[in-house]
């Protein structure tokens, strides 16, 4: 899973696997949740997103899963794929004197091996 | 789909330089946003802007400056490049309706102060 530090947590699953991407965030008054992928060169891209509202959202390939009692948001990708192979990102929607921000985790490599 | 374009891929400066880096959004978004990913920290947010000409300080606005003229527009300045100011940065942009954000990001801007 995300942590806060210099090293980057890397899963190493092969191709064909389920994945599975912890992100610990820090508010409970966060609303809204996302999750973006980043391959080497490129900027952030989004991914899945949920709202505080729900616990379960699915796209294709990828499911969110929100567990806000214990501040807890996961990544699941189905048959991970050698192009799923990339850095992703936790964001938090915080809520801020009528502002509202993305604070993002520190990430998560994922190494997909064929 | 939305592109937003980062002027420079690649910069090199030297200390006591002024540094511009220009962002353009071609989807007529209301939010953009400076950010710097440096290893293991994740994403910080320097400085966004909800309107032309209105600009808020992120988590780390020291040492930066910006400029909102234009809509599509958003430069990030560095008033007198420091080494420690080394890092990718990224220009983001948001539709910013109903307050939940979800980030289309450039493809970055890595800059190197020596």
Request: charge should be neutral; include cysteine.
């Amino acid at each position: 899973g995300e942590s806060v530090g210099l090293h980057l947590p890397t899963l190493s699953v092969q191709e064909g696997d389920n994945s599975i991407i912890n992100c610990a965030y820090s508010n409970s008054a966060s609303d809204y949740f996302i999750w973006y992928k980043q391959e080497s060169g490129k900027g952030p891209q989004f991914i899945i997103d949920i709202r505080s509202n729900m616990d379960k959202r699915q796209g294709q390939r990828v499911t969110v899963l929100l567990n806000k009692t214990v501040k807890h948001l996961s990544l699941q990708i189905a048959a991970t794929q050698p192009g799923d192979s990339a850095v992703y990102f936790c964001a938090e929607n915080i809520v801020n004197t009528g502002f509202q921000k993305l604070v993002f985790g520190t990430g998560t490599r994922l190494l997909v091996s064929p | 789909d939305v592109k937003v374009t980062q002027s420079s891929r690649y910069l090199v400066k030297r200390t006591g330089e002024k540094v511009f880096l220009e962002c353009v959004q071609d989807m007529d978004h209301e939010n953009m946003f400076w950010y710097r990913q440096d290893p293991g920290l994740g994403l910080r947010l320097i400085y966004f802007s909800y309107d032309v000409k209105m600009k808020e300080k992120g988590d780390i606005p020291e040492g930066y400056s910006v400029s909102r003229e234009k809509k599509e527009r958003f430069s990030l300045i560095l008033e007198s490049a420091s080494t420690n100011q080394t890092s990718m940065y990224l220009c983001a942009s948001s539709t910013g309706q109903g307050g939940n954000e979800k980030l289309f990001f450039g493809s970055g801007t890595q800059l190197s102060v020596l």
